[in-house]
């Protein structure tokens, strides 16, 4: 008895919470907002699907609920309701659609033909006056990637003749710039330094005022005669015209020193035999070393038929000059190194020193002679202060770190660096292999540390 007691009172209790849940869900659907913003054919399908939906609960609703009549009023309601916002969604969208279509129509380009004597050529001509009259961009028009009408050309157009001109004092092209070494020396030459009319101007101002040149004295630092070099030469000042002021600064740009660090302009020709044998920018005596030189441009005026390179002897020649067959393009002296083929309004640029301020030996180089044709060129040298304070020193030197002697293997000399540097070791070995063991690698010293004080012989 018990049992079925309690199981008549959890079947009560299912059925009744089935009605419960059919009741909510029959009263308050018709009434949750919809939530769809779609277009309106989204609406018809929501709208179509509610009328079958609603079907379904009319023929529920006939059978099951007490109260049919309240439900049918709701009903409708909701229907109403579901109407108003169709009426007022749909004359929207096809505003919308009929505004489309007009802009559409209005931007159709409308020609006027006469359906036989009206020839093809005719009809082009009169579809380009009309579309320039309306500025209607067609698709030839647009560029092909940014969907727009392309900029008209200029009506002039500035020209530039890479091969005569050059860039401005303040600006340096670095596809015109050809390595010539990386290290020992560094050495660069740009192409198109100077324009023509500036190198012509230059051999201009300098032809009548020529005289034998000089070389500087290594132990007073006075200038003295001397084989080594065969040309002739004179001096341009500083600032001497508007040539020069240009010309200076747009050599303060390319060795990134000032101006006033400049010495005047040397302008040399060289004729056929004539030549520059190696030799040092950097000076040697006590007052030269207050304030040395650290850069050279040299800018080449006038080119010669062959020869007259400058070559850094120093330097062993490059794989490539020998396997590409480029030996024939240099002369004898050329091909002793690395080395610059002279080219009009170009200009070679390297340092007499190392990036801590040593004397760099690598530096020395040589103007070959002239074996056919003349040359010209115009030499700055920058110093490391400012040429009006010569005696106030401010070179601070970092010594770079090397081999070192030791008791078993040692230098006898303190310039064996230098000399094995500049090649001694093997153009002078019978000298070199006893006098400078650990500088030529003939044994293994010790090693020094780099500092900025000078290293001391032991």
């Not at 909510?24 to 699907?49: D, E, M, Q, V």
């Not at 647009?142 to 890479?162: A, I, V």
């Not at 600064?249 to 004729?271: D, G, I, N």
């Amino acid at each position: 008895m018990g049992r079925t007691k309690s199981k008549v009172l959890l079947t009560t209790s299912i059925l009744g919470s089935s009605l419960l849940i059919f009741a909510t869900f029959g009263i308050l659907g018709p009434n949750i907002p919809n939530l769809t913003t779609g277009t309106t054919t989204g609406l018809k399908r929501r709208h179509s699907f509610r009328i079958g939906k609603n079907a379904l609960r009319e023929d529920y609703e006939a059978h099951h609920h007490p109260h049919p009549h309240l439900r049918t009023t709701i009903r409708e309601d909701s229907e109403q309701k579901d109407e108003d916002m169709m009426a007022n969604l749909v004359p929207s969208l096809e505003k919308e659609e009929e505004e489309e279509e007009e802009e559409e129509e209005e931007n159709v380009l409308v020609v006027p033909f006469s359906s036989s004597s009206t020839s093809k050529k005719e009809e082009e001509s009169l579809i380009k006056s009309t579309s320039a009259d309306m500025d209607i961009e067609t698709e030839e028009d647009l560029h092909p990637f940014r969907g727009r009408k392309p900029r008209p050309p200029p009506e002039k157009f500035t020209t530039r003749n890479e091969a005569t001109t050059t860039s401005p004092e303040h600006v340096l092209d670095p596809n015109r710039m050809q390595i010539i070494s990386l290290d020992h020396p560094r050495a660069f030459l740009y192409k198109r330094f100077m324009t023509d009319e500036e190198c012509d101007f230059l051999i201009d101002h300098s032809k009548s005022r020529m005289s034998k040149s000089g070389v500087v004295d290594a132990e007073t630092g006075g200038t003295a005669k001397s084989d080594i070099r065969t040309s002739t030469g004179s001096f341009v000042g500083i600032g001497a015209n508007d040539l020069m002021k240009k010309l200076e600064k747009r050599v303060a740009t390319f060795s990134m020193l000032p101006v006033k660090h400049q010495e005047a302009t040397q302008v040399l020709r060289y004729e056929v035999k004539q030549e520059y044998r190696a030799h040092y920018d950097y000076f040697f005596h006590k007052g030269g070393m207050a304030n040395n030189r650290i850069v050279t441009i040299l800018m080449y005026l006038h080119e010669p038929e062959f020869g007259g390179e400058t070559v850094f002897p120093n330097t062993e020649v490059p794989l490539e000059r020998a396997e590409k067959g480029w030996g024939k393009n240099f002369s004898e002296c050329g091909n002793r190194g690395r080395a610059a083929v002279v080219r009009k309004g170009d200009a070679l640029i390297f340092w007499s020193m190392k990036p801590g301020g040593e004397l760099d030996p690598g530096s020395s180089h040589a103007g070959c002679p002239v074996v056919r044709g003349e040359k010209w060129t115009a030499t700055k040298w920058i110093h490391v202060n400012p040429t009006n304070q010569w005696n106030q020193n401010n070179h601070k030197v970092h010594y770079a770190g090397g081999p070192a002697n030791s008791e078993t293997c040692k230098d006898t000399n303190a310039a064996c660096p230098g000399w094995a540097e500049g090649g001694e070791c093997t153009a002078n070995p019978g000298f070199m292999v006893n006098s400078c063991k650990v500088s030529c690698r003939q044994c293994v010293g010790g090693w020094r540390d780099g500092s900025y004080t000078k290293p001391v012989l032991s």
